[in-house]
């Protein structure tokens, strides 16, 4: 029997990951839970333990073997303090890379040479947000701050990063051709090796409360999936504002940054024709509402430069909508290198008419082969054994 410790975050995404490698590996994983209580989307189960300050303190210097006990340690995303347990226990690590944790890292600049968020939406956020900074408190603890600056002025150095780098045995980023990317722009360990795995099975997880059929009577259009400054909402609700589209545009906006909501709100209201249209999602509301309104959305535009939102995008494209990704964006390339069905949102902006007309059946069934073929329940669980086989050294 293995010993598999997950470090991760109170996301959604950890309980499609909870099933897997539970699936896989059945009793043979803990997943140590940084976020602080009470979670939002994880229940409580034994199988989850919570990392808060005191017990990192523990695992790193007075507890050590108990994180040196396991024969794997799969980091769900990497932000800067899950360097350091690479850094001061040696073991057989995994990063299993979300986005964030790649696209920029605090010692150097972005990923893509392309800035990620869009000179409109960039200008607007840069306004509201400086406005709004006047508001903060600001701590009076000097000391503290101080101390706090210079820990993380190390952990956040590239000095540091590459020093966890050396004991990373796979790094598994979302698409196959980010691997290179990071790689080339803030490197990776010598021997680390690339490995696809993602989280969701179409089956079990990605469409399971999906209503597929009906495409041609689903005339809304699905904007974006959060309230975060790189889905570049502004550029695209002017695209939408021109395009003559009488359609429905449906925004979530009840997951990520709540000022940025404000801003985007703010900028739906002072546009009559855009308020008439919109239809804002900016409070949590039950699942299977939720489903109802998104099972609606026949189309799809996703306006991020970046790689973001790919379970939003593989269940709307498995439900049989229309995608429309920037040019730019590695997800585009991804698709269209196997021959999907996927449009660009520059080529709606010069051609509105591309959201007249659905896809249709062979098109959505040519698109559903594709996705099976990567987050078919075989797939999925074939690769999380490469990953646990690959990763660790046979004990001496």
């Known amino acids: 029997m293995l010993k598999i410790a997950h470090i991760a975050p109170d996301e959604k995404f950890i309980e499609s990951a909870v099933d897997i490698f539970e699936t896989v590996y059945p009793g043979q994983n803990i997943f140590y839970i940084t976020s602080s209580k009470p979670w939002t989307f994880l229940e409580e189960k034994p199988i989850y333990r919570q990392l808060n300050k005191k017990k990192w303190l523990k695992l790193l210097f007075t507890q050590r073997d108990e994180l040196k006990d396991y024969d794997l340690v799969i980091l769900h995303g990497l932000p ?10 040696k073991q057989n690590y995994v990063w299993l890379g979300w986005g964030f944790d790649y696209y920029s890292r605090p010692f150097d600049s972005d990923l893509l040479t392309v800035p990620l968020v869009l000179p409109k939406t960039m200008e607007y956020t840069k306004a509201f947000f400086d406005a709004d900074s006047s508001n903060e408190n600001r701590s009076s603890d000097v000391l503290t701050a101080i101390a706090k600056s210079l820990v993380k002025m190390v952990v956040c150095s590239k000095f540091f990063y590459q020093l966890a780098m050396r004991n990373l045995k796979v790094f598994s980023p979302v698409l196959p051709l980010e691997y290179d990317l990071v790689k080339k722009k803030y490197g990776l360990g010598k021997y680390t090796q690339y490995l696809p795995w993602n989280y969701g ?19 809304a259009i699905l904007l974006g999936n959060s ?3 790189t889905n570049n909402h ?11 589209s009488s359609r429905t ?19 739906i209201n002072s546009n009559p024709k855009l308020l008439n249209k919109c ?18 959305c026949g189309f799809v535009i996703m306006n991020h430069v970046r790689q973001q939102a790919l379970g939003n995008i593989v269940a709307m494209m498995y439900r049989g ?42 098109e959505i069934e040519h698109n559903r082969l594709i996705l099976k073929s990567i987050w078919s329940e075989d797939v999925i669980f074939q690769r999380t054994k490469d990953l646990v086989n690959s990763s660790i050294k046979p004990k001496r």
Do not use: W
């Open 80 to 89: 800067s303090a899950f360097l350091i347990p690479m850094v001061l226990l």
């Open 201 to 219: 099975i179409l089956e079990r997880h990605i469409i399971k409360n999906m209503q597929l059929g009906e495409i041609d009577s689903a005339n």
């Open 227 to 229: 309230a975060t400054a």
């Open 234 to 244: 502004l550029e695209a609700l002017d695209i939408l504002e021109n395009s003559g």
């Open 249 to 267: 545009i449906i925004l979530p906006l009840s997951y990520g940054d709540k000022n940025y909501a404000k801003l985007i709100n703010g900028y």
């Open 279 to 296: 239809q804002v999602l900016d409070a949590f509301m039950p699942l299977a509402e939720y489903n109802a309104i998104i099972n609606g």
């Open 321 to 362: 909508s229309k995608v429309f990704f920037r040019e730019e964006s590695v997800l585009y390339k991804y698709f269209k290198s196997m021959n999907a069905f996927v449009y660009s949102v520059q080529e709606l902006k010069i051609n509105p008419r591309l959201l007249d007309v659905h896809l249709n059946i062979n």
